[in-house]
């Protein structure tokens, strides 16, 4: 990595070095596919059917000389600090040429690496070259991302770069939403698009595109989009698509095919000549939990000081986190390779630890926070009642059932009418829920404990919140259902269970609520709540805990609030 500021003329011998580096020596310790390319590589410099053009790889590391980009560990703006593989892409990509017509050999690309690899910066700084330096005439270049956070991010961070690198600052105009070229001749551009519409595509021709992290788009959209791109950089003479991403979910087939073709091309069996690639990530049957296997898919490890030691973090902490998904991200995000998403929220094994037998009596006169789910009338309703003692939470939760035959046995064969009959499950006596009854359980709470506020969510609300108002001395107060507002009672819940600070009462019915949950990030700050969605089964004792949780967080610690 670059240590001090080189003149243009030592950046480009620096990068040349480091490309032979990465030949003759770093490709060795990664996988099988980056071996394949190696071997490509070198085939395809001896091949008479395309010409090597050391001048063209020399103006792009050239570029990359005049980069200012922002490193975190140094706190403050340096030279870009190239490292072995990219300077290998980079000449893969931009110094083959076909003999036959003159053109680029390589019209896409595939960049699947592990996260904090310095993906983001690589893949901007190319965006960045294609539009001043590629010999385009009205360049479009664009950066498609997941959502409107990524985007924000991937402007601002071009923008950065332009601001401190005078020789692009000179060149070019950061606008709002895109980045523009000073010479008023020029119409070209560079965009940010998120989120994507395939038809809105349909109109430009891109001569660079960079799709960012396409494990993550939405998989419905995702074929559409990159077809678009495909059939608009096809009047280009010389275009560049970029795939750059992590592994992700098992959901999306798309991107899982577009991986399996670019392996079965290393591998010789489909001849594309068009496309070139680095797949890093562990071979099948490696240990992963091996520091070796991490390098594998973190090929920036040598040059990224902390990233080993923040790989360890992670793995620690996935490894002993309630959270079942823990290991799933740190899985496809830090070791690159596609997991199933994982059917529960919390590790069974660490959930079970917290449901013990209580006995409410021993909580009599205590402070406690109320909340509640209201289910459409056909199905179950749930009352969440939970106490904090000497750090611990305890909880209770109540059912209530319409009295629908149809809804008692669940699926997986979960039988609801043994809890009926056990009285864990109240059941009304026609095919609604009886409010009457959940609304007599709050009053009798009320009686025997001191309810500092019920929360509840005002969908299907209103009439069973102004009874319980009118009835009993209960402070009541809306707890919308959404990311913003779940996010950290989820999150807290979720600690909690993995610290043991948490009792619930023994119930098999809140137990299967909580194998019904799935968690996701909803929005583009990454708050999470229950995706009722993608939920297998009712979930509504889990929806009134969080509910109860985020009561007590805000008295507990008014700056929450």
């Known amino acids: 990595m670059v240590s001090t500021t080189m003149t243009s003329d030592e950046y480009v011998s620096h990068c040349w070095n480091l490309c032979d580096q990465f030949i003759k020596e770093d490709s060795k310790s990664f996988g099988k596919y980056i071996q394949l390319q190696v071997e490509k590589f070198k085939e395809w410099v001896n091949d008479p059917r395309y010409e090597f053009r050391t001048e063209e790889v020399d103006r792009v590391y050239r570029f990359f000389s005049y980069l200012n980009i922002y490193v975190e560990s140094r706190r403050s703006y340096v030279q870009f600090p190239i490292i072995s593989w990219q300077s290998f892409l980079l000449a893969l990509i931009f110094g083959f040429y076909r003999v036959e017509d003159g053109r680029r050999k390589h019209t896409e690309s595939l960049l699947f690496i592990a996260r904090k690899n310095s993906k983001t910066s690589f893949s901007t700084a190319i965006v960045l070259y294609c539009f001043l330096k590629d010999n385009v005439l009205e360049p479009q270049s664009m950066l498609l991302a997941i959502n409107q956070k990524q985007a924000g991010n991937a402007l601002r961070y071009a923008k950065g770069i332009i601001y401190h690198s005078p020789a692009l600052l000179k060149r070019l105009i950061p606008l709002r939403y895109k980045i523009v070229s000073k010479d008023i001749k020029s119409q070209g551009f560079i965009e940010i698009f998120s989120p994507i519409d395939p038809n809105r595509l349909e109109s430009y021709s891109p001569s660079c595109c960079i799709l960012d992290e396409c494990h993550g788009f939405d998989s419905d959209k995702i074929e559409d989009v990159y077809n678009a791109l495909k059939s608009g950089t096809g009047a280009r003479e010389n275009p560049l698509l970029l795939l750059a991403s992590t592994a992700g979910t098992q959901d999306n087939l798309w991107f899982q095919e577009q991986v399996q073709y670019y392996k079965d091309v290393l591998s010789g ?56 998904r823990a290991w799933f991200h740190f899985a496809t995000r830090r070791i690159n390779i596609f997991l199933e998403e994982p059917n529960d929220w919390l590790k069974p094994e660490k959930l079970d630890e917290c449901f013990k037998p209580l006995n409410i009596e021993d909580f009599k006169d205590q402070e406690c926070f109320l909340g509640v789910d209201l289910s459409i009338t056909s199905d179950l309703s749930a009352l969440a009642q939970v106490f904090h003692k000497d750090g611990v939470y305890y909880v209770f939760v109540y059912f209530f059932m319409a009295n629908n035959p149809s809804k008692l046995n669940r699926k997986g064969s979960f039988d609801l009418k043994k809890y009926v009959d056990s009285g864990l499950i109240h059941l009304s006596d026609t095919g609604v829920v009886d409010y009457k009854a959940l609304i007599e359980k709050v009053e009798e709470i009320d009686r025997d404990f001191r309810v500092v506020k019920l929360l509840y969510d005002r969908y299907n609300a209103p009439f069973v919140i102004s009874e319980i108002q009118e009835k009993t001395n209960t402070y009541c107060e809306d707890f919308a259902q959404t990311p913003a507002k779940f996010n950290a009672p989820l999150k807290y819940m979720q600690d909690l269970v993995e610290d043991k600070k948490i009792v619930f009462d023994f119930n098999p019915v809140l137990r299967w609520n909580f194998s019904n949950v799935v968690v996701r990030p909803m929005d583009s700050n990454e708050n999470i709540k229950i995706d009722k969605k993608k939920k297998k089964e009712a979930v509504d004792g889990v929806v009134a805990v969080a509910q109860s949780l985020g009561g007590w967080m805000s008295y507990l610690n008014p700056l929450y609030q």
């Open 269 to 324: 069996n489909i001849d594309d000549d068009t496309i070139c690639g680095l797949l890093f990530q562990p071979n099948p049957g490696m240990d992963l939990t091996s520091e070796e296997t991490w390098k594998m898919a973190n090929p920036s490890w040598k040059y990224i000081k902390p990233l080993l030691s923040d790989l360890r973090n992670n793995f620690i902490k996935a490894k002993n986190s309630a959270s079942a």
